[in-house]
């Protein structure tokens, strides 16, 4: 019986040191290096405007969280302005394979 007691009391204490939740998120300022801030959005959006949207944001963060550096992210996205602008002319097949080669080029899924 007294091991029961000491086993229950024991349980309690240990009860007590937990947490009641996970701890808050850091601000954007404090986020450590290489972790996406808990503020980005994906833009939304249809069509090949919508897809160069987003592959723009990712490529933004990468750069922003050291995933690549300045260099990648300038001809990264000098090859979505390409794409944009095939978008913009009414070449949705051509933009989104435009966007396709891209992301193969550079190691993006």
Do not use: W
Request: glycine residues 12%; proline residues 8%.
């Amino acid at each position: 019986m007294r091991a029961g007691l000491l086993a229950t009391a024991l349980c309690l204490a240990l009860a007590a040191c937990q947490t009641a939740g996970p701890p808050p998120a850091p601000s954007p300022e404090q986020a450590p290096t290489g972790v996406t801030p808990n503020t980005f959005r994906m833009p939304t959006g249809s069509g090949c405007g919508g897809e160069i949207e987003r592959f723009q944001a990712v490529v933004d963060n990468d750069v922003q969280t050291g995933h690549t550096t300045r260099n990648v992210h300038v001809r990264v996205s000098a090859e979505i302005e390409k794409a944009r602008a095939t978008c913009s002319g009414g070449n949705e097949a051509g933009a989104l394979s435009q966007l396709r080669a891209t992301k193969s080029k550079f190691g993006y899924p």
